[in-house]
């Protein structure tokens, strides 16, 4: 007796009538009321994710790329389907675009596994899509390959480099401490994002594509190809071929995101500077394939990885400057004595394969391992009293100065009491002071906003102070800067002793000792506590679902149903 060889191309997951041939002979009935030749239909099929959008400029060359990836899927031999999933732009959804990435993985990872196909071509881009997209890949575990869109163009305008949303942060602030007029910030408004693409700098689009190619998920080279370049149509048909290659030598991404690859994308991160929302999304990323990421281990890491990549919001370039001067080639060359080498990525080599031999690198965007930008990593984990399972700090955005802080709390209560009160020229604050916001975690209607970035109050940001010490349970856009703790975990909506905090306590902040501590006594912390109680559940829809089962931020906020069923 032979073994059945499996079902490919159409006749793979047909409708469950009860008759498994007549589901397959209607199904091809209504594929051929679409045109497609029987030829056509006997052929393997590459699912196409297909996340563009009117209200997406990330994603505006989406249906180019699809064509491009068609091309390579025929030339191939396969036969491409496209098809829609939610598309996640950060500046187009209330509350905020992070209350979605899971919706668009479940949407996703459903498609990946209900549709009939071989492999998958998943085309994303702007900040939470490839987080989303990869979390799906590694639950569905088809053969699969990331497209990412690219980043936008910087734009020269008046003697300077604009493009979304660090020189966007770095206008609004001086318009809120006065030194920008209405007329020239209207000016800038139309000159902050020109071409189609995610932002041109290393924020989180970008840093999650730098990611996916260290995770193994782009081939190399791929990530940080500008949107609007002709190689990033080539890249798209690559993709295409590469899909019907893996049908016939198959690589899961299970085999690809492996602990090691992960520990690899860690290390990467944090050479670059890179996004502290990154860290959220590997997580649950990683978490999907039963991999945890230690904050402990985090630090390790971060104490022995240099920051090399010079790249706004923490440096001078942009995207199209890293991927000019060799892009995550000339980084992981750079790195290599750091990382996993056995690592095999979506073309089937393994790592050192790839970094054979080194290839052209600019150093002004991309230092040598001995010249770095800074010795030590990007990004550190802290833990204390106020942050029992941790909180992030990314150094390299932040003022040395403030890194060893013992000051008086400002608590703002959640998102409308900050915006309320944080103009207020009445407001008790100074520049010593540590600003507090609470309730704004994934628990809360506000779904974990990038609202860590808190304003300097205006009254401080007019007498010309630029940073100050801000801390939140909620995330920071990646192309942000200033002295920023977020992530604190557990949140307050979840009981952390964040939501204890009150204007006035002391609290002791130590980057050195990776520390983060509320300085009241226990006995005070205890009448608070007895007083507390936790937030009401919205009571019906996606909104109740992420209340009862979305994870904390060490978890990677995934929602616990959709991680491994031994978990």
């Known amino acids: 007796m032979t073994d059945t060889p499996p079902k490919r191309g159409l006749a793979r997951n047909t409708a469950n009538y009860g008759d498994p041939d007549f589901a397959l002979y209607l199904r091809r009935s209504f594929a051929k009321s679409m045109g497609y030749s029987q030829a056509m239909l006997d052929k393997p099929v590459v699912g196409i994710v297909d996340t563009g959008s009117d209200y997406n400029n990330c994603h505006r060359t989406v249906p180019d790329l699809i064509e491009a990836v068609?091309?390579?899927?025929?030339?191939?031999?396969?036969?491409?389907?496209?098809?829609?999933?939610?598309?996640?732009?950060?500046?187009?959804?209330?509350?905020?675009?992070?209350?979605?990435?899971?919706?668009?993985?479940?949407?996703?990872?459903?498609?990946?596994?209900?549709?009939?196909?071989?492999?998958?071509?998943?085309?994303?881009?702007?900040?939470?899509?490839?987080?989303?997209?990869?979390?799906?890949?590694?639950?569905?575990?088809?053969?699969?390959?990331?497209?990412?869109?690219?980043?936008?163009?910087?734009?020269?305008?008046?003697?300077?480099?604009?493009?979304?949303?660090?020189?966007?942060?770095?206008?609004?602030?001086?318009?809120?401490?006065?030194?920008?007029?209405?007329?020239?910030?209207?000016?800038?408004?139309?000159?902050l994002a020109t071409t189609a693409g995610t932002c041109g700098v290393m924020g989180t689009a970008s840093t999650m594509a730098c990611v996916a190619e260290a995770l193994g998920m782009v081939p190399l080279g791929h990530g940080s190809i500008p949107a609007v370049h002709a190689d990033r149509l080539r890249a798209a048909e690559e993709a295409g071929a590469l899909a019907v290659h893996l049908i016939e030598h198959p690589i899961?991404?299970?085999?690809?995101?492996?602990?090691?690859?992960?520990?690899?994308?860690?290390?990467?991160?944090?050479?670059?500077?890179?996004?502290?929302?990154?860290?959220?999304?590997?997580?649950?990323?990683?978490?999907?394939?039963?991999?945890?990421?230690d904050l402990h281990r985090l630090n390790v890491l971060s104490d022995s990885t240099p920051v090399l990549v010079d790249l706004q919001p923490t440096g001078e370039g942009y995207m199209e400057d890293f991927h000019a001067a060799g892009g995550m080639h000339a980084l992981l060359w750079e790195l290599r004595e750091l990382l996993h080498l056995d690592c095999r990525d979506v073309t089937g080599m393994q790592l050192k394969d790839r970094l054979a031999k080194p290839e052209f690198v600019d150093r002004r965007y991309i230092r040598a391992f001995n010249e770095p930008v800074s010795p030590v990593g990007g990004i550190v984990s802290l833990f204390g009293s106020l942050a029992p399972r941790g909180a992030i700090l990314k150094r390299s955005a932040a003022t040395p100065s403030l890194f060893e802080t013992e000051a008086r709390a400002v608590v703002f209560d959640g998102l409308e009491d900050l915006a309320n009160r944080i103009d207020d020229p009445a407001l008790d604050v100074t520049k010593d002071d540590i600003l507090v916001l609470k309730n704004a975690g994934s628990l809360t209607p506000a779904g974990m906003p990038e609202a860590g970035y808190l304003p300097i109050p205006s009254k401080l940001a007019r007498a010309g102070i630029k940073d100050m010490v801000r801390m939140s349970d909620c995330r920071m856009s990646g192309t942000a800067f200033g002295t920023i703790v977020l992530h604190i975990t557990p949140e307050a909506a979840a009981g952390g002793p964040l939501g204890l905090v009150e204007s006035g306590d002391r609290i002791r902040l130590s980057v050195k000792q990776r520390s983060l501590d509320l300085l009241v006594d226990e006995a005070t912390l205890a009448k608070r506590r007895a007083a507390w109680a936790p937030p009401p559940k919205p009571g019906r829809g996606w909104d109740r679902l992420i209340a009862e089962q979305v994870l904390q931020a060490d978890e990677g906020c995934d929602l616990a149903i959709m991680r491994p069923a031994a978990e």
């Not at 979605?100 to 996703?108: E, K, M, P, S, V």
């Not at 020189?167 to 609004?172: F, I, L, S, T």
């Open 70 to 191: 068609k091309r390579g899927v025929l030339a191939a031999g396969g036969l491409p389907l496209a098809f829609p999933t939610v598309s996640l732009c950060e500046p187009s959804l209330f509350p905020t675009s992070m209350h979605y990435r899971n919706l668009a993985a479940i949407d996703t990872e459903a498609m990946l596994t209900a549709q009939p196909m071989d492999a998958a071509v998943l085309v994303g881009g702007c900040d939470k899509t490839v987080p989303a997209q990869l979390m799906a890949a590694a639950s569905a575990d088809i053969p699969a390959v990331q497209l990412v869109t690219g980043p936008m163009l910087a734009t020269s305008f008046q003697g300077e480099r604009l493009a979304a949303c660090t020189d966007c942060r770095r206008y609004w602030a001086g318009y809120r401490a006065g030194t920008v007029t209405q007329e020239r910030i209207g000016q800038i408004e139309g000159r």
């Open 252 to 293: 899961r991404p299970s085999e690809i995101m492996t602990p090691e690859a992960v520990e690899n994308a860690l290390r990467v991160l944090l050479a670059l500077g890179g996004s502290t929302n990154a860290l959220i999304h590997l997580t649950a990323i990683a978490g999907r394939l039963g991999i945890k990421i």
